[in-house]
């Protein structure tokens, strides 16, 4: 199985904050990395596909790179409805794998 | 409206069985595969299992293999999973989602449900 590293596991951020969280597969997996956000309680959201495009509806506020095994999720600018916990994805090959989550708390 | 509702969660014991339900509207059902996510509490997100459109082809995380099994009736609009000799560490929010091929030719789950909570304890 591809394993999806994240870093960090977490992070604390203010509000207009730029943030940047990586995600690094044991195995190369081409462009075939997606990126979700998750809220409390709710059901993952999807914001980048295939490890640049933003998914319609999503801000542009944020952006996705990388290719092979390295991958970057990148928010210019928090927002309020930012805080929340991101995973990449890896659609590459069965099973799929997530990363294990970077949590991103306000300062 | 465009949604998946999942239903059939529940406490059940070790060893016990459940079956779990997620019922699509407002898009063409027989389209696209769709697959089921788990969380356990407080972690992340694990791929469980999937099944084809037509419900021909269907693959399982190595971890549920052999316990789990996924259908569909696409006339009903409706996944299911039905989880036999269920573990303590089964005990997760399960998600359906609907899985959609992009242009760029990656697959991506950008449909999913609220999730159903199921828990295995004595």
């Known amino acids: 199985d591809i394993q999806m590293t994240q870093s960090p596991s977490s992070l604390s951020a203010s509000l207009g904050d730029r943030v940047t969280i990586t995600c690094r597969a044991s195995d190369y997996i081409n462009d075939y990395l997606n990126w979700y956000q998750q809220r409390p309680g709710k059901a993952p959201h999807l914001l980048i596909l295939?490890?640049?495009t933003l998914q319609t509806g999503v801000p542009s506020r944020f952006s996705g790179s990388g290719s092979g095994t390295d991958f970057t999720l990148t928010i210019s600018s928090l927002q309020p409805e930012d805080f929340a916990t991101y995973y990449c994805?890896?659609?590459?090959?069965?099973?799929?794998?997530f990363g294990q989550g970077t949590k991103v708390e306000v300062k | 409206e465009v949604q998946l509702v999942e239903s059939g969660g529940g406490l059940v014991q070790p060893g016990g069985s459940l079956r779990l339900s997620c019922a699509a509207s407002g898009f063409t059902f027989s389209d696209n595969w769709m697959h089921w996510v788990r969380q356990a509490p407080g972690r992340g997100l694990v791929w469980v299992s999937r099944i084809s459109r037509d419900g021909r082809t269907i693959t399982y995380a190595d971890s549920v293999k052999g316990r789990f099994t996924i259908s569909r009736d696409n006339a009903k609009n409706t996944v299911y999973l039905e989880m036999n000799n269920l573990r303590a560490d089964d005990t997760a929010v399960y998600f359906c989602?609907?899985?959609?091929?992009?242009?760029?030719?990656?697959?991506?789950?950008?449909?999913w449900g609220q999730g159903a909570l199921v828990t295995v304890s004595s």
């Open positions: 295939a490890a640049s």
């Open positions: 994805q890896q659609s590459y090959t069965i099973p799929w794998t």
């Open positions: 989602a609907r899985a959609s091929l992009t242009v760029f030719g990656a697959i991506i789950f950008d449909l």
